[in-house]
Every structure is written in structure tokens, then in C-alpha cells.
């Protein structure tokens, strides 16, 4: 199989992955590349997510670095072939390549969640409310590049709606819940949505509200992507330059428990519901 032109974030994390193997293995890529019988620079692109390994490729690399850990292995094996070409991809020469790769994240993701300060979850935004946020960005965009970015999220949303649906829990600060973008009506109106959202059996919305005495977040819209083991978790910082991709064990501890934290501190479903509703009548 050719080097793909451009990993995606899935591609990158599996080459991730099996150097960390191979390292922890004591083994250098070149003596790596001697137990496949394979030119060292043909393991060091699949390493860095450039070459589409197959799964019986990945059971070898995984048995020569004395791995035993067979669950993760198999979560391995499941990354392998050649590039998905899910919906995102049609939004390549259009948006950041960081978008991409955060819908193809929520695509695989087992559980996903999310906390949020000022904004809406983004899988819980309404098309005019996007928008109407999408109208704060510095620099500006451009009318067309808006409408690129609704549709784009918009479609994100059916992660939560088709197929197998993905455990949500959102955990929205109080805040959020008042920044009314976009003026009355669409302030109100994406409020009457995430009160509805909030009704189907797999999102859960919690409202983390005024007054309290601790805030254990820096205030960034985080998401945690669980993964098919807890070793292929991922974190995702949406910041000013675009998303940041956290995968170390120590992050996702650290963010784990951060939501734990925000969550265990937040209204519980339906004082966080009684909470929009009155904030959605008063608007």
C-alpha cells in the first residue's frame, strides 16, 4: 500500500500507538524493521501514520513488542485500512484540517463529553445559533466559509441520532445559558432545543450554575472522546487557533478527572432543565 498524501488523526494515533509499543519494547525502528523484514523508512511512515498498515501487520509489530494486552491489540487491529471516507471528507479544500479530524473522533467515539463556559455544546447548536456565533470570528469569515461551517456541524450532530447513538453528556456552565447570540429569538429558541435534546435517552445536559465556590477548568470548551479501550481515549481543547489533540496517559487522567469534578458539581437532569426553562421564559 502507497504513503497516503495526508494522515488523518486516526492514522496518526495508530502509528502513535505502535511506537510507543515498539519503544517500550526497548527496540529501535531499525531493528523493528529487520523482525518484519521491511526497509526501516517503510515502518517509520507507518509509524507516523503515512502508510496503511493492514491488521494482521499490526498483530505482528504487536507480538514482536511482546505485548500481551490482547484487548488493546484487537482496539488496534480495528484502526487498520486505508482512509474512511466519511461525510467530513467532502469539506477537505474548505475547512481546517483540525475539523476533520475532530468529526471523524465523535464518528468512532464510544461515549463522548463535553463542558462549555460561554458557548453551546456544538452537537447541540441550532443551525441559526451556530451561525449567529460563527459571526464573532476574528478575523471574520466570509458569508460562504459560515455556511461551510454550519452544514459541516450540523451534519457532526448525527452521531447522536443514526445508527448506534454515542452516550452524550454535556456539562454547560450557567453562563452559556445567557450569552444570547444572535438576539431574543434565536437565544430562546436554542434553548427550547437543548431542553429538547435533553429528553432522549443518550445525552445527558447538566448545568454547572452560578454561585459555585470552585471552577476546576480553565475555561476552554473541553471534549473527551472515549475510545474502544481506555488507552485510545482522546481529549480535544478547542482554542483561538484551532483544536488541540491530547492523548498522553497523564492528560486524559487530568481531564478525566476534570470533568468528573465539573460534573459532580453540576444540577442534577431535571433541576439543570427546571434551570433553561426558566432562563429561556425570561428571555
Request: proline residues 6%; hydrophobic residues 40%; charged residues 25%.
Amino acid at each position: 500500500m502507497p504513503p497516503a498524501p495526508t494522515a488523518t488523526l486516526r492514522q496518526q494515533r495508530l502509528g502513535a500507538e505502535l511506537r510507543k509499543l515498539r519503544e517500550r519494547a526497548g527496540l529501535t525502528s531499525t531493528a523493528a524493521a529487520a523482525l518484519l523484514s521491511a526497509p526501516q523508512a517503510r515502518l517509520s511512515n507507518i509509524e507516523a501514520g503515512r502508510y496503511a498498515v493492514s491488521a494482521d501487520r499490526v498483530r505482528t509489530l504487536a507480538r514482536n513488542y511482546s505485548c500481551a494486552d490482547e484487548t488493546y491489540v484487537d482496539a488496534l487491529a480495528g484502526m487498520t485500512g486505508a482512509r474512511t471516507r466519511g461525510w467530513w471528507e467532502e469539506y477537505r479544500d474548505n475547512l481546517p484540517s483540525g475539523l476533520l479530524d475532530l468529526a471523524e473522533l465523535e464518528h468512532h467515539a464510544h461515549a463522548i463529553r463535553v463542558a462549555v463556559t460561554v458557548h453551546m455544546p456544538g452537537l447541540l447548536q441550532t443551525p441559526e445559533h451556530a451561525r449567529a456565533t460563527m459571526r464573532e470570528a476574528v478575523p471574520p469569515l466570509r458569508p460562504y466559509e459560515i455556511e461551510h461551517r454550519v452544514s459541516y456541524r450540523v451534519k457532526r450532530q448525527a452521531v447522536l441520532f443514526e445508527g448506534t447513538l454515542t452516550p452524550y453528556v454535556a456539562i454547560v456552565h450557567e453562563a452559556a445559558l445567557h450569552m444570547g447570540f444572535g438576539g431574543p429569538d434565536i437565544a430562546r429558541a436554542q434553548l427550547h432545543h437543548l431542553l429538547e435534546m435533553s429528553e432522549e435517552d443518550s445525552i445527558s445536559v447538566r448545568v454547572l450554575p452560578f454561585g459555585q465556590t470552585g471552577f476546576p477548568a480553565a475555561g476552554q470548551p473541553i471534549t473527551y472522546a472515549t475510545g474502544p479501550v481506555p488507552q485510545l481515549d482522546t481529549v480535544v481543547l478547542d482554542t483561538d487557533h484551532g483544536c488541540d489533540f491530547l492523548n498522553a496517559e497523564a492528560q486524559l487522567h487530568r481531564y478525566r478527572s476534570v470533568l468528573d469534578r465539573m460534573e459532580s458539581r453540576a444540577l442534577s437532569e431535571s433541576e439543570s432543565r427546571d434551570l433553561i426553562h426558566r432562563t429561556a421564559a425570561a428571555i
